[in-house]
Nanobody, 125 residues
Framework: QMQLVESGGGLVQAGGSLRLSCTASGFTFNMYTMGWFRQVPGKEREFVAAITVTGGNTYYADSMKGRFTISGDNYKKTVYLQMNILKPEDTAVYYC??????????????????WGQGTPVTVSS
């Protein structure tokens, strides 16, 4: 059974940092692009970052460039999202997702087939 499990969310003050983790099981990790998305109530789920773990290609939403870093460990089947200089507007539920390497676009949520349950991040001002 294919599964993604996120962890690492929590409460942090503005300017602080958090590292989210997403561990995959039940599928061949290096055949997928792994992405992070986030969602706040009443808004669409938005793209944050993505990585092709084997190739090391990374992609970011413009608003996250320079503050967030996505990385992956193929052996541990884990993807990380290091978030620095957090702002109150980064408050959201963060989701990990997986799509086939040649499926759709890395920034489009409809391209992703597998999703984790989400981990909440709250940034206080």
């Amino acid at each position: 059974q294919m599964q993604l499990v996120e962890s690492g969310g929590g409460l942090v003050q503005a300017g602080g940092s958090l590292r989210l983790s997403c561990t995959a099981s039940g599928f061949t990790f290096n055949m997928y692009t792994m992405g992070w998305f986030r969602q706040v109530p009443g808004k669409e789920r938005e793209f944050v970052a993505a990585i092709t773990v084997t190739g090391g290609n990374t992609y970011y939403a413009d608003s996250m460039k320079g503050r967030f870093t996505i990385s992956g460990d193929n052996y541990k089947k884990t993807v990380y999202l290091q978030m620095n200089i957090l702002k109150p507007e980064d408050t959201a539920v963060y989701y990990c997702a997986a799509k086939g390497l040649n499926t759709g676009n890395y920034y489009s949520r409809i391209s992703y087939k597998y999703w984790g349950q989400g981990t909440p991040v709250t940034v206080s001002s």
